[in-house]
Structures are given as C-alpha cells and as structure tokens.
C-alpha cells in the first residue's frame, strides 16, 4: 500500500528559490572571536573578507561543536550505533547523500527521522512500494478553480523537504527509483517541463532492506553512484539492546531537542557545508585519493584508463570486480575527509582523514562480477585489502 | 597582525633552509661513499701490488676499478633519489615533527581564498620550535666525512707499509723455467750501453749475503732507484704476461705503483727469484761507487748461481747503468745466497784456475761442474749481439739431469744458468763445457 506523501504548503517559496540564495558566510577582520558574533557577522556582511587567526578557530571550534551537539541529541533516542550516527553526519555536512542498509527493526527510520529533529529541518517520509510512481515522489499539476477560472498548479510532492527519508528504496520499480536521479544530483526536479529547485539543505537518506528481495528491485549504479556513503546498521549490543527494549517500553521516552533555531537551520547547515569546502586539502592528497579510486578499476574493464595505475592492482579486484568506482567516489573520498579534518580540529586534511572514509564512500561503488557473488565477497573487505596496500607503498 | 602570505612566504623560506641543508648533508654522505670507497680501492691495489702476484694484482685491479665504478654510480643514484624538493622537504618535517601534513598543505597552498589558511599558519606559527631548520637538521657536516680521513689514513698508512723494508721470503723456485725471450730481454736491458767496459759485465759470483745486497739497493740513489725500476720492469713484466688474464695495463699500474713507491727492491726480490731464478749476471757490487763494502761481499762464492769458477771483477770504472743492472740481478744472486746450508756441499777448496781475464782480481773458485754435463751442448747459446754477454739457458732434460744430481735441498736453487759471457771468455766457457 502506497503512503501518499503529505505536500507541506510552507516549502513552496523554499522550492522557488534558487539554491544559490543561501546566504555566504563570510566574517570580516577584527570581529569578535566567539563562535556566534563569528556566525552572526558572516551572516550579516555581504563582502568576503579574510578572517584572522582567532576567528578561523572560532570557525572550526562552532563546527566541531554543532557536530558534537547533533550527535548528542541523536544518542538520546538512538542507542548505541555511534559510527554509524557519525558517518550519517559526515556525509550531512559533506553535502551528500546516505543509504543505510540494514535489517528490520534496528531503528533506521527513527534515526533519520531524530535526526531531522534535532537539525530542526524539515522532515518527509516515501515508503516505498511497487506501485509508487514518480509523481507521487516530484509532484504534478492539479487543476486548480479560483474564482472561476481554472489553472493548472504544481502541487509539490514529498520530495520538496530539507530531510528525505526514502524507506526501503529498492521495493520501488526502476522508473520511480530513477525519479530521485535528478533530485539527488541537481537538486532539482522537473515536471511538465518546468524546473523547481529544491530546498537546500536536502538531504536524502534511503534505507535498504537486505533480506526479503522477492519483488525488489536493486538499486541501478547510477542511482547508487549518487550516494556519497553507504552505510551498513548493524544489530546492536546486548547491552545496547537492554537499552533499547529498556527505554522504548517504558512512559520516559527520551525526546531529542532541537540543536538549531527554526528559521535559520537550514543556513547554519548551508554555512557549515561552506566551511568543510574550505577545508585545505595538499596535491598530494588529491592524488592518493585519485589512485584509491583508480585501483578500484580492474584491467579486465573495457573502460578502464590508460596508463598504469598508481597503486598496485590488487588480484581480488580483478577477480571479483567488474567496473570500479566513478570520479563520484574520489569526490566522496574528500569531502568526508574534509568534515573529519575540522572534526579533528584542523584546516587540512590528512592521509588518516581518507582511509576512514574509504569504506563508506566506495563500497556501494564498486559492482561485483557473478564470481564474487558466487564466493560470498563482501566490498568492504576489497576496499580495506586496498588501503593496506596504498599504506604500505604510498605513503 | 601580519598578513598571511608573509607568513606563507616565511614558511616557505625556512623549508628552503632545510632544503638546502638535508640536501647538502646528503651530497656530502654520497661524496664521502663514493670518494672513500674509490680510496679504499687505491689503498688495496697498493698493498697488491707490493705484497701479491701479478695474476692477484691484475683480478684485484679490475674488481678495484669495477667496485669503483659502481661505488660512483651508487653515489649518483642515491644522490639523485634523495635529492629533495620543496614538497618532499616538507613532508619529511612533516614526518619528523608529527606535523599531520600542515607543513605539505601550507606549501602546496591549495586555496589561497579559504578562511582556514590563517588558521593552518597560525598552527604552524605555533609549532614552529619543532619544524625549523636548526631543530630537524641541526648538523651542517655529515659524519659520513669521517670516511674520508679515515680512508686517506689507511691509504697512508699501506704507503709508509709499502715503502719499509720487510724481512725476505723465500720463494721456491718454480721448475717450469719462463719463456726465454722475454728472459733475453729482461737481460739485454740489463746490457751495458755500447763502449762501456765489458770487463764490467764479465760474470760475477752473486753476493752470499743477499740481505745486505737488498739494503745497499734500498740506500742507493735516484740514479739506482730509476736503474731497480728499469730492472725490475722486465721481471715483472715477464711475471704478468705469463698470468693467466694479465693486462698490459695491469702491469703497467704495478710498476707505476712500485716505481712510485719505490718498493720494488725490498718486496720484489723475492718475486724477482722466483720468476727469474738465476738473475742472470752475477752482482759484484763493487762498482757502486755508493757502497763501499760491495767490494767485500762480492767475491764470496755462490754456489747456487752455477756451480762455475768465475772472478769478481772489481773494475773501479763501472758506474752509473751498470749499477742498475747489477743491482736488479743482485736480488737474483740474494735469493741464492740464502741458501747457504748446502753451499759446503757443492764448493771444494778454492784452487786457481789460470783462467781468469788478465787484469782482472780474480778469485779463483773450485766448483763442481757434473751438474751440467748432460746439458752441456745446449747450454751455449748464440750471442745476440758481438758485445754483449749472451744469456746461457739450460734446456729441459739437461736442467731435470741436473736437478737428478743435486741434493733435496739443492734443488730449489738450481736455477737456471743464464750467465753472462763475453766474448773474450767465450772460448774459455765453451772449453769448460765441452770438456766432457
């Protein structure tokens, strides 16, 4: 049974704006250091202008301590599952978008959904069935009567959100999954030939039901590409689950608080996005993650580059592997070690940063040939047999 | 506050510093390596060419000039691999001052916009105790310089070991005799030059005391140490040619070597009697006009240098070239002289022969003569030139009938009889030998 997402009225002049009318945080020299006169006066000033050494601090420390703040407000409803919640929140900040797969009942749509709280964003939910179809995700054209006269108006679907929670994405056919393409890499949607820009920040996070794949259909690699992580909810702890069973039968259900103030949550987290693209990443950097990526490529692969690839060719990824990660990938690689740079509290980013983002970022990337679904093989353990090779002979 | 970019540039400026000293230090390691392993090579070749035979000194002159060559290209190689740029500097202080990549990052300068930028200064500014020139490469010499002395030292050091006088060792006497060309040759340029004396050539016992003989070489001139070095030339030169692999370079750098040192007449005496046994003139070293006491040794009777009756000749006028020659055969005559033990064996009581040159002091010596009867038709042969002394060679079944006479302990002083005849003496010689 499809649930008919409820059309928010308050988000339309979010989805006429363009994406770019996010106000740019900029501070001017000589302001105050701490974090808030650092936020309000890049709200206020239009000019940019180059902080001093105090204010990129105040920068860097307001982030951290937003990040930290989220993750506390999660904690109080999502028992246990940190890495998890911080992975989710890496890619939040890093502009991109999340599928978590996991089992039922592990809370999935109650972290997404606490989440969504405590960013004091707006929040939507798809489930998603067989028969969704794209319409009932972007939107359509209603004839609309006022004043005797008719006229089409585009009555917006659940898509126009801040938070997009796309539950159990592969039940839905291909033709709807695809109806989230666009969204998801433009930020826009398209019906009737008329464009509406979404409201940033947007944010998807779709769930994957691993068991049950009678009348799924797996998600396309394009669609999959446009995930900056995927990552992978797993049963809790038995002490995490004394917790749970503990707190969710009981009346002193914790309740999450929001961390920003309503009207300006979604440019809090537009300005933290701008901060992490800021984060300074060396030459060298840039090439350690190009050659994680292109050691994903096997040389049987018909599109494979030219040239020899910088890190060894692992055998497993010739063997199991049959195309390898997209540029996307490589993208994924930096922004996420950018947000762990100023989570660490530094303006650069490091060899560290990239190899713990690895996993998340390319293991939905990577498409197995029937030899490693045959042998059980698990991406993530191809990617981590990768990074031991680049530190060994990269660094 | 100072603006950023002085900062960046002061950051900069300081990994130029570094640059410049951890590429120097690594210029001067590879300098030391390769400079004191091409020492150690020359010092080496020395101590061989002094101390081993020539198909040792020629294997170890091609490992020497090899190792060299390969010493060198290292040194090229590991300079230009640990050649530093701007970037590997920094990373290196990175590494070293756990930085976390803020020195790579702040050179690279990736995004001269971003408001982070003065916070990556400002950190680096903070630390900066730990990354400066002064604190990650403090030292401006390497210790790898210390080879070098140490090298040069050594080198020193087998010099003054080459040059000081070593007790003799005695080598046996090879029984296969070397080629006799090259034995003619040694002894024609040990020839008299035209219009000397031949009276000065005429065969004279070698000296008993080959030691003493050794020293007065050793105390002699420039004038005598040029004349060991043309002696011992064509010694050595026949020594090399008969190894196996030996090089006319290789021989060349040998006598180069020995020439400089001057070391040939106090190790290569015995190398001069084993290759060339019999020496082929007698050393009467009287004539030196250096050495007083040659006139005192010369006469003894050697018996080992052929068992014939010969006469010291004591000619006051022979100087100059003849010294060399007679100083070079004098090695041949110290290497028989050592073998005194059996000199009773083979001299009888000394009579006069009446045969000897007129004006001349001779000494007159009873020797015994069997040993060459069996080889006596071939033991003459032709003079090369009409005034010169000819070489007298035994052949081989006329030296192993020879070696059959003598006694076990003679044997390794049978040399073979390469004596100097002139021709005033030649029918006497050719009388002596043909009498039986």
């Not at chain 1, 929040?123 to 006269?149: K, S, Y």
């Not at chain 1, 060298?284 to 049987?300: D, G, H």
């Not at chain 2, 001349?360 to 006596?376: E, Q, R, T, W, Y």
Request: neutral net charge; charged residues 20%; aromatic residues 4%.
């Amino acid at each position: 049974m499809t649930e008919r997402p409820p059309i928010d009225p308050s988000l339309t002049d979010l989805a006429e704006a363009p994406a770019d009318d996010a106000p740019t945080p900029t501070i001017s020299p000589g302001t105050r250091i701490t974090p808030r006169t650092a936020r309000n006066s890049a709200a206020r000033t239009s000019e940019p202008a180059r902080p001093s050494a105090p204010n990129a601090q105040a920068l860097v420390d307001d982030f951290r301590d937003t990040f930290s703040r989220i993750r506390t407000e999660l904690a109080k409803v999502i028992v246990g599952q940190t890495e998890v919640i911080e992975e989710i929140l890496i890619a939040l900040f890093a502009g991109g978008h999340v599928l978590i797969e996991g089992v039922p009942g592990t809370g999935k749509t109650l972290l997404v959904r606490t989440l969504a709280q405590a960013l004091n964003l707006s929040f939507n939910r798809i489930q998603f069935t067989v028969d969704l179809m794209p319409a009932d995700i972007t939107g359509t054209r209603m004839l609309h009567e006022q004043d005797g006269q008719r006229e089409l108006v585009f009555a917006k679907g659940p898509i126009f959100a801040h938070v997009l929670l796309a539950d159990e994405i592969n039940r839905a056919t291909p033709k709807t999954q695809s109806a989230l393409l666009e969204a998801m890499a433009e930020r826009q949607v398209t019906v009737a030939g008329t464009t509406h820009k979404l409201p940033p920040p947007f944010f998807v996070l779709a769930t994957l039901n691993p068991i049950e794949m009678e009348g799924t259909y797996p998600l396309p690699e394009a669609q999959l590409d446009r995930f900056l992580f995927k990552v992978f909810l797993p049963y809790p702890t038995a002490a995490e689950m004394q917790r749970i069973i503990g707190e969710t039968t009981s009346n002193n259900a914790a309740q999450t608080g929001p961390v920003f103030p309503p009207r300006k949550a979604a440019a809090r987290v537009e300005e933290l996005r701008a901060l992490v693209r800021e984060v300074l990443v060396a030459p060298q950097l840039e090439e350690y993650a190009a050659a994680l990526v292109r050691a994903t490529i096997p040389r049987s692969s018909k599109f494979a580059p030219a040239g020899p690839s910088p890190l060894p060719l692992d055998e497993q990824i010739t063997r199991y592997v049959a195309f390898g990660s997209s540029p996307r990938g490589g993208q994924a690689l930096l922004l996420g070690a950018k947000v762990r740079a100023l989570l660490a509290g530094r303006a650069h980013v490091t060899y560290d940063d990239i190899d713990r983002v690895a996993v998340p970022s390319l293991n939905h990337r990577l498409v197995l040939n029937f030899a490693a679904r045959a042998d059980d093989v698990d991406p993530r353990a191809l990617i981590s047999r990768l990074l031991d090779a680049a530190k060994r002979l990269h660094r | 506050m100072r603006s950023v970019s002085v900062d960046v540039a002061e950051v900069e400026a300081e990994m130029r510093v570094l640059r410049s000293r951890l590429n120097a230090l690594t210029l001067q390691r590879t300098a030391a390596i390769g400079v004191s392993t091409v020492i150690a090579c020359g010092t080496t070749l020395i101590v061989l060419a002094v101390e081993a035979s020539a198909f040792t000194f020629a294997v170890a002159t091609w490992s020497a000039v090899f190792v060299s060559l390969s010493a060198v290209a290292y040194a090229g190689w590991r300079l230009h691999r640990s050649w530093l740029t701007l970037e590997a500097v920094a990373s290196f202080a990175d590494r070293r001052s756990g930085l976390q990549g803020r020195l790579t990052t702040a050179i690279a300068d990736p995004a001269p916009q971003s408001r982070l930028r003065v916070l990556l200064i400002e950190q680096l500014q903070s630390a900066s105790p730990l990354w400066r020139a002064a604190t990650l490469a403090p030292q401006r010499i390497a210790r790898s310089l210390l080879l070098v002395p140490l090298a040069l030292a050594v080198l020193f050091a087998s010099i003054f070991y080459a040059r000081s006088p070593a007790p003799m060792t005695r080598t046996p006497f090879p029984l296969q005799a070397s080629p006799l060309p090259l034995r003619v040759a040694s002894a024609a340029d040990m020839m008299p030059p035209a219009g000397a004396d031949p009276a000065g050539a005429a065969l004279q016992p070698a000296s008993a005391d080959g030691e003493t003989s050794t020293r007065r070489a050793t105390q002699g001139d420039s004038s005598q140490g040029s004349g060991r070095s043309d002696a011992d030339g064509g010694s050595a030169g026949g020594d090399l040619s008969n190894a196996p692999g030996a090089s006319s370079s290789g021989s060349g750098l040998r006598n180069a070597i020995r020439q400089a040192l001057g070391a040939d007449a106090e190790r290569g005496g015995a190398a001069g009697t084993a290759s060339d046994p019999g020496g082929g003139v007698s050393d009467s070293g009287a004539d030196t006009p250096h050495d007083p006491t040659a006139s005192d040794t010369a006469p003894q009777p050697n018996s080992a240098a052929g068992g014939l009756t010969q006469t010291a000749a004591t000619d006051p006028s022979q100087t100059g070239q003849r010294a060399d020659a007679q100083t070079g055969d004098g090695r041949g005559g110290a290497g028989h002289g050592s073998a005194g033990s059996s000199q009773s064996e083979l001299f009888e009581a000394a009579a006069p022969t009446g045969n000897a040159p007129a004006g001349a002091a001779a000494k007159p010596m009873a020797i015994k003569l069997g040993a060459f009867s069996a080889a006596a038709p071939q033991q003459v042969e032709p003079q090369h030139r009409p005034s010169s002394p000819t070489l007298v060679s035994e052949s081989s079944d006329g030296r192993h009938a020879r070696l059959a006479d003598l006694s076990a302990e003679q044997r390794p002083d049978a040399a073979l009889q390469k004596l100097d005849v002139a021709p005033e003496h030649e029918a006497f010689v050719r009388r002596i030998f043909t009498r039986e």
